[in-house]
């Protein structure tokens, strides 16, 4: 498979990580992406601090995103714990930024 994925399926997706997000996010996340690569959909969730009601909340984002698919899709979900600055990573039209803190440092 290739790396290209339509407009209208990019949206889809960014809309379905979108709601399953609703009501998990804790003051500990810092940012959600969500990136399309030859197939795979990966979600980087990037926390403060390692949590375990956290790492609880995110697999139950994954079970809401997992249950809004029509069929079945290859994703990986991966977690970063830092407390440096996050960088806001290049526009690219393969990978969005779903969700980030305001931060002022």
């Keep these: ?31 959600v992406t969500l990136e399309y690569d030859h197939g795979l959909w990966r979600f980087t969730f990037v926390l403060e601090r390692d949590d375990p009601e956290d790492r609880e909340e995110i697999k139950e984002v994954e079970y809401a995103f997992d249950a809004l698919q029509e069929t079945n899709i290859n994703y990986k979900v991966e977690i970063e714990v830092t407390d440096e600055v996050i960088l806001m990573p290049k526009p690219s039209w393969a990978k969005r930024v779903v969700f980030r803190r305001r931060e002022y440092r």
Excluded: D
């Design 1 to 31: 498979m290739n790396n290209e994925v339509s407009l209208e399926e990019m949206n889809g997706k960014t809309i379905e990580l979108m709601q399953a997000l609703l009501g998990a996010v804790s003051p500990n996340f810092r940012m």
